[in-house]
């Protein structure tokens, strides 16, 4: 019996860390900032549309992303066939909405935080999104754990 082996597939360690951020953290934190910036900026929806746009915008595009979010989370629990590759494609997912994020104030015309200090800021937002994504995109592509525990990736 390969013991090492068998050790390396349980979900523990950084493969357990990443089950609870995708079905915990990442959910919760993307609920907790629509409620924020929606509870904050509900004074200024009337008097800046391209704001309750944004706001919209953001809040339906982070919804969907805490529901990818959950269901990579769980398959990868699960040890559903082929959860790495979920995984891999929310992250690829996050990863381009990252791009897209900095350009949405000035797509939608608002006008307050279509800023070049707020480009800036969104920018640097998006950058340390994208890194938490490929880390765990390489993680994902090159741990011993993974591949023992889904079998080899077919996607």
């Known amino acids: 019996m390969d013991t090492a082996g068998s050790e390396l597939k349980r979900i523990r360690g950084w493969l357990l860390l990443l089950c609870l951020c995708l079905t915990i953290l990442d959910p919760t934190a993307v609920l907790v900032n629509l409620f924020l910036v929606s509870e904050v900026g509900r004074p200024f ?4 549309p391209g704001f309750f746009h944004l706001v919209l915008v953001n809040g ?9 979010s959950l269901y990579a989370g769980v398959s990868l629990f699960r040890r ?9 494609k929310y992250f690829a997912a996050i990863s381009a909405y990252a791009v897209i994020a900095p350009f949405l104030p000035f797509l939608l015309r608002s006008e307050q935080l279509a ?37 080899p990736d077919l996607h």
């Open 80 to 88: 559903v066939s082929g959860a790495p590759a979920i995984a891999r």
């Open 45 to 48: 929806f009337s008097r800046q």
């Open 115 to 151: 800023t070049r200090e707020n480009f800036y800021i969104n920018c640097l937002n998006s950058f340390f999104t994208m890194a938490y994504a490929l880390i765990w995109r390489l993680y994902l592509q090159r741990s011993r754990r993974v591949q023992q525990t889904y079998g």
């Open 60 to 68: 339906v595009a982070g919804i969907a992303l805490a529901v990818f």
